[in-house]
């Protein structure tokens, strides 16, 4: 089976969709981790991120691969060295979005995720997974916050990381990434008319897993 999980940065997606794997025994699969490692490459070998041709090169000779330990954070592997912790600077989250928009990049990553989906039982959480990447996914979902709760949340998880960004800087990647990744013309950032949608700005994470579970179940 396969569940998709969308939405917006902040939305409380992968923590959702972790916590979802878990409990079903599911592989997860956060699909956003592998835009941000081939971003993180770019940038350390110093391409110009507006290069459709580069990116689309470097896509194509680039190993990401996930391991799954349902006790301990995802690893995401980048050419066989450990990442997870540096995807996840400011910088690569200011620069990603624009990486994610180039329709080449879109379709090596598309398929590598179509690979890793396919393997069994999953649940991916992305922008496209059930309008694009998976259509015919039997659950899924469209998880949303208002856009202050969000950045609240980004917020707190960046101080947790010891990343000194304002409330405002949180605030301004997040509209920007809103903008792109929605009006981006190759698979915006949509809810899907087969997808529930789940309104999470005043509920804790328990409460959002309990109600997909819920749905899931049925
Ligand atoms: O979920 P995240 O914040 O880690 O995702 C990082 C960026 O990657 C996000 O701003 C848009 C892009 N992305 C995408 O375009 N398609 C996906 N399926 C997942 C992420």
Sequence with gaps: MIIAIDGPAGAGKSTVAKLIAKSLNFLYIDTGAMYRALTLKAL????????????????????????????????????????????????????????????????????????????????????????????????????????????????????????????EDVAADLANRDKIDSGRAVAPLKQADDAVYVDTTKLSIEEVVNKVLGFINE
């Design 44 to 167: 350390e070998q110093g391409a110009d991120i507006k290069d459709p041709q580069k990116l689309s090169e470097l896509a194509a000779h680039t190993d990401i691969s996930l391991l799954n330990d349902s006790n301990a954070p995802l690893k995401v592997l980048l050419d066989g060295r450990d990442v997870s912790a540096d995807i996840r600077q400011p910088r690569i989250t200011q620069f990603v979005s624009e990486v994610a928009k180039i329709k080449e990049v879109r379709k090596i990553m598309v398929e590598l995720q179509r690979k890793l989906g396919n393997k069994g039982n999953a649940v991916l959480d992305g922008r496209d997974i059930g309008t694009v990447v998976f259509p015919e996914a039997e659950k899924k979902f469209y998880i949303d916050a208002i856009f202050e709760e969000r950045v609240n949340r980004r917020h707190k998880e960046s101080t947790g990381l010891g990343q000194k960004l304002t409330a």
